[in-house]
């Protein structure tokens, strides 16, 4: 890649702060729930409704703030979320009423279901290909950077204050991103085109509303939805039980969840740098990168199925860590690098969050789908052919997806 400008890298490292925020003021309740269990005297179960509220409001809230966020300043609704994250944030510490913490963590989900779309209109609106790359990977980091931050330090901050003021921590740290967003987010787009600016058309309706869609795309976006599904259902399906399974199957202990964890999150990171290189450097198409990516999943897997017959832990957590990996590489591919493809439509804000959303009806159904199975082996085998399956899918929408990209994406660049 050539060398990024000054204010690419800035532009990069501001949505990645801020997405950072949103990690840390999403995920914090399910770092912390097993201490608010004992607090509340709870089991875990019952809390788990918390968690559930956020995760549906996140997956709804994706497809309406992506409608809403092609029509209002990007720049505007990401401050809004802030805002609201840290109010969500700062109320829940203030009861123990289960109903009460449910209705806030659901209006939580809503906020951060205001940073994903707007930050890929940002992208989308101001960098050129290369450049968005770039900034995507860096964004993305942003997730892995707080997942890592909350597990490695919520244990040690437990041993000298509760959980309540961890939350509050995590809110003013929100807060304090909030400043730097508006002070730094005017000038660094302040040149920033509006969104229907450059589009090829000169009548006034497509000046507006954008430059409609071929119908032959339809086919594979809907293919690339399904794959986004999937990949959903393994990132958050093996990243949610891997736990369980390391405990049952190799008696590892239930704290070494934490660690692997942070493993997990660390991987993710590599992932997205590794698998963003690949791409650029050999295929330069996100669908056929997913494909290669599925497939590498799907070996992964058998591997995995391999080392559980042969009881290897240590090789088991490798291949399960590769295997989420992974998923993280496909989700850089298709929910962070192809929406951007629907610039012209005026509307990729729009179809950035019903893209993101898919993850979450897949990670819905392998939350509790997964859990119903009772033989870890059948698992694995079905984690291996779901990959399979993914690999296929992508592989079908290619053609079609270039086409696109040709006629349509690129050919105004």
Not at 28 to 57: D, M, P, Q
Not at 210 to 224: C, E, S, T
């Amino acid at each position: 890649m050539a060398k990024v400008k000054g204010k690419v890298r800035a532009i990069a490292w501001l949505l990645s702060l801020v997405y950072f925020a949103s990690y840390i003021m999403r995920i914090n309740f399910t770092v912390l729930i097993v201490k608010v269990c004992g607090e509340l005297g709870r089991e875990k179960s019952e809390l788990a409704i918390i968690v559930t509220a956020l995760t549906i409001t996140y997956g709804l809230g994706q497809i309406i703030c992506g409608i809403v966020g092609d029509k209002i300043k990007p720049k505007t609704m990401i401050l809004c979320g802030i805002v609201l994250a840290a109010v969500c944030n700062i109320s829940f510490v203030f009861t123990s009423n289960i109903i009460l913490m449910t209705v806030i963590w659901g209006i939580n989900g809503l906020a951060h279901a205001m940073f994903w779309p707007p930050i890929v209109r940002l992208m989308a609106q101001s960098l050129t290909e290369a450049e968005y790359s770039y900034a995507s990977v860096r964004v993305t980091w942003g997730s892995s950077l707080a997942t890592i931050l909350l597990y490695l330090l919520c244990p040690v901050l437990l041993l000298f204050m509760s959980w309540r003021y961890i939350m509050l921590l995590c809110a003013v740290l929100g807060l304090i991103i909030m400043v730097a967003w508006v002070i730094l987010a005017p000038k660094l787009f302040e040149k920033t085109p509006n969104i229907d600016t450059p589009l090829p058309k000169s009548n006034e309706k497509n000046k507006k509303e954008g430059v409609p869609l071929p119908k032959y795309v339809i086919l594979p976006l809907a293919l690339i939805m399904l794959g986004i599904v999937i990949q959903g259902s393994l990132r958050d399906g093996v990243t949610t039980w891997m736990p369980s399974y390391l405990n049952e199957v190799f008696n590892l202990g239930e704290e070494f969840s934490i660690f692997i964890t942070v493993i997990l999150a660390i991987f993710s990171m590599i992932s997205f740098t590794v698998f963003d290189f690949i791409n650029r450097r050999f295929f330069k198409d996100e669908v056929l990168t997913a494909s290669v990516i599925f497939t590498i999943a799907a070996v992964c897997g058998v591997a995995l199925y391999l080392t559980n017959i042969f009881g290897i832990a240590t090789l088991s957590i490798l291949f399960m860590s590769l295997l989420v990996a992974c998923m993280h590489g496909t989700n850089l591919m298709l929910i962070a690098i192809a929406p951007k493809r629907f610039k012209n439509t005026g509307k990729v804000s729009t179809y950035s969050g019903i893209m993101n959303a898919c993850t979450y009806v897949g990670a819905s159904i392998s939350i509790y789908g997964f859990s119903a199975l009772s033989d870890w082996g059948a698992t694995i085998l079905i984690w291996a052919f779901i990959s399979i399956l993914a690999t296929i899918i992508c592989l079908f929408a290619v053609k079609r997806w270039r086409k696109f990209r040709k006629e349509y994406d690129e050919k105004d660049e």
